[in-house]
């Protein structure tokens, strides 16, 4: 039952952390020039805070996904 529970943890979790790292593309490339993130202006006002809260939540996410991975593989 709890294996089942991380697993769909995990999944959710990777999908995340894929998503949250192909915002990180380059500077006006892939989906964050689409979303302002590589630029100085935009819907968001600036691209310095989103960036680093873009920063923080794939640290956050990915720090998730390695403890969920340690406690998939102790159980």
């Known amino acids: 039952m709890l294996d089942n529970i ?3 943890v995990q999944v959710a ?3 995340a952390v894929i998503f949250l790292v192909l915002m990180h593309s380059g500077k ?3 989906l964050s ?3 302002g993130v ?3 202006s935009g819907p968001f006002g600036g691209g310095s805070l989103v960036e680093r809260n ?3 939540w794939t640290v ?3 720090v998730l996904w390695a403890i969920n991975s340690i406690i998939l ?3």
């Open 54 to 56: 873009l920063n923080r």
């Open 13 to 15: 979790l990777s999908f």
């Open 38 to 40: 590589g630029t100085g």
């Open 28 to 30: 006006d490339a892939g």
């Open 6 to 8: 991380l697993s769909a």
């Open 73 to 75: 593989i102790k159980v």
């Open 60 to 62: 956050f996410f990915g």
């Open 33 to 35: 020039g689409a979303f």
